[in-house]
């Protein structure tokens, strides 16, 4: 069954380093989102994206953050410059039609530690 | 504004019990709403969804859930807790715009042999 996959697992960086996360969605959905859970609260909404642009993005998404679709395959959530708040899980999904009754689907999550 | 409240961040039952793990929303257009359930060390994965239609909605693993318009709520529930239901439980919510889910807290269900 095809899966959303990302790498890495697990990444530990120091502040004000640059990190990039990468994702591999499912080969044909068009519609992609990064979410992240600081440990102990909600999973948050950062940005979504479709036809090689953001669609919709949250506050936290700031100037720090940028998503890229370099190739056909990857996802790529890039932050400039590490905060220790920017501590969290990082999980990418896509979607194949972006429709209200369809599913995300989810990859496992890379967590992010920054020290 | 619309969001989404899971009572309780912790559930313990017992192995053969009944689950029953809580979700309401608040939202000023028709919701869609959705479980997932995450086990250590992976994504989140689908358990089922409620778009439109019927109010009871079955997912997989004995999962079931039903949309209650007037209690705003879509609690989920298994008849009979097995020791593989542990894992953690979100309750999210697509509202009128934009493509984004709302996430509640989330519950971590524990269960006891």
């Given at each position: 069954e095809p899966e959303?996959?990302?790498t890495p697992s697990h990444q530990v960086t120091q502040m004000g380093q640059e990190v990039i996360l990468r994702c591999v969605p499912i080969s044909n959905h068009l519609y992609f989102y990064w979410y992240r859970q600081i440990l102990g609260q909600k999973v948050e909404f950062l940005v979504s994206f479709y036809n090689n642009e953001i669609s919709e993005k949250s506050e936290i998404f700031d100037d720090q953050f940028s998503v890229e679709r370099p190739d056909g395959s990857n996802f790529t959530l890039k932050i400039r410059s590490t905060k220790l708040e920017d501590s969290a899980m990082y999980f990418c999904a896509s979607e194949a039609s972006g429709g209200r009754t369809d599913t995300q689907y989810f990859g496992p999550g890379t967590r992010l530690t920054v020290l | 504004a619309q969001s989404?409240?899971?009572?309780g961040s912790h559930v313990s039952v017992s192995e053969g019990a009944l689950v029953l793990?809580?979700?309401n929303y608040s939202s000023s257009v028709p919701p869609y709403?959705?479980?997932y359930v995450q086990y250590p060390n992976q994504g989140?994965?689908?358990l089922l969804k409620y778009t439109t239609g019927a109010t009871l909605v079955k997912g997989i693993?004995?999962?079931?859930?039903e949309f209650k318009k007037s209690e705003t709520s879509f609690h989920l529930t298994k008849p009979s807790a097995h020791m593989s239901d542990a894992a953690e439980y979100f309750c999210a919510f697509r509202g009128g715009q934009g493509g984004k889910l709302i996430f509640g807290q989330g519950t971590e269900l524990s269960v006891k042999p």
């Amino acid at each position: 069954e095809p899966e959303v996959t990302q790498t890495p697992s697990h990444q530990v960086t120091q502040m004000g380093q640059e990190v990039i996360l990468r994702c591999v969605p499912i080969s044909n959905h068009l519609y992609f989102y990064w979410y992240r859970q600081i440990l102990g609260q909600k999973v948050e909404f950062l940005v979504s994206f479709y036809n090689n642009e953001i669609s919709e993005k949250s506050e936290i998404f700031d100037d720090q953050f940028s998503v890229e679709r370099p190739d056909g395959s990857n996802f790529t959530l890039k932050i400039r410059s590490t905060k220790l708040e920017d501590s969290a899980m990082y999980f990418c999904a896509s979607e194949a039609s972006g429709g209200r009754t369809d599913t995300q689907y989810f990859g496992p999550g890379t967590r992010l530690t920054v020290l | 504004a619309q969001s989404v409240t899971q009572l309780g961040s912790h559930v313990s039952v017992s192995e053969g019990a009944l689950v029953l793990l809580r979700c309401n929303y608040s939202s000023s257009v028709p919701p869609y709403l959705f479980w997932y359930v995450q086990y250590p060390n992976q994504g989140l994965q689908l358990l089922l969804k409620y778009t439109t239609g019927a109010t009871l909605v079955k997912g997989i693993n004995g999962f079931e859930a039903e949309f209650k318009k007037s209690e705003t709520s879509f609690h989920l529930t298994k008849p009979s807790a097995h020791m593989s239901d542990a894992a953690e439980y979100f309750c999210a919510f697509r509202g009128g715009q934009g493509g984004k889910l709302i996430f509640g807290q989330g519950t971590e269900l524990s269960v006891k042999p």
